[in-house]
T-cell receptor
């Protein structure tokens, strides 16, 4: 059981280049999330999705786009990378947001991105 | 505002001692709280959770305490082991904002053998 898988694990980009980060989950979760983690800071939500075909903005959405064409996949795109987007990116998924069912988010191993 | 913060950014304990990691939250509407453990180079891993209608929950070697009066959350680790060395995050779920979690800054726990 793989859980949440992120690809690639590492990437170096030049300013202005574009790329897509892929997140795949095999737990049949409805909710998926993209976070970034910077030194000395907690996880900040970029975008999230409450189901196939839906996306919504999080706390720091600028410079990123997302798509959820299939329930198991959530893609994060950087159209024109900037040095400020150097970070570690984590994808997560959860079954439900309802407190009764518990919103335990399960995380992938992360993607380390450097923008030069 | 909506914020979750930790009192201590680093904590160093001796192997075998008990550890206490604290967290303050500011939103009274938060109805669910989670503690995560993040080891170096890995993603956060779920440890234990607690709903707002509870004040204590125990797991294996871990206990979470919730004090809603002062908006304070703590994680207690009994008989701390070297494998417990990691960064620990608390997260709060705002009941009226779907599945979004707000994470604290994190506390780094270092266990001395």
């Amino acid at each position: 059981n793989a859980g949440v898988t992120q690809t690639p694990k590492f990437r170096v980009l030049k300013t202005g280049q574009s790329m897509t980060l892929l997140c795949a989950q095999d737990m049949n979760h409805e909710y998926m999330y993209w976070y970034r983690q910077d030194p000395g800071m907690g996880l900040r939500l970029i975008h999230y999705s409450v189901g196939e075909g839906t996306t919504a903005k999080g706390e720091v959405p600028d410079g990123y786009n997302v798509s959820r064409l299939k329930k198991q996949n959530f893609l994060l795109g950087l159209e024109s990378a900037a040095p400020s987007q150097t970070s570690v990116y984590f994808c997560a998924s959860s079954y439900s947001y309802q407190p009764v069912a518990k919103n335990i988010q399960y995380f992938g191993a992360g993607t380390r991105l450097s923008v030069l | 505002g909506e914020s979750v913060g930790l009192h201590l950014p680093t904590l160093s304990v001796q192997e075998g001692d008990n550890s206490i990691i604290n967290c303050a939250y500011s939103n009274s509407a938060s109805d669910y709280f989670i503690w995560y453990k993040q080891e170096s180079g890995k993603g956060p891993q779920f440890i234990i959770d607690i709903r707002s209608n509870m004040d204590k929950r125990q797991g294996q070697r871990v206990t979470v305490l919730l004090n809603k009066t002062v908006k304070h959350l703590s994680l207690q680790i009994a008989a701390t082991q070297p494998g417990d060395s990691a960064v620990y995050f608390c997260a709060e779920n705002l009941g009226n904002q779907g599945g979004k979690l707000i994470f604290g800054q994190g506390t780094e726990l270092s266990v001395k053998p």
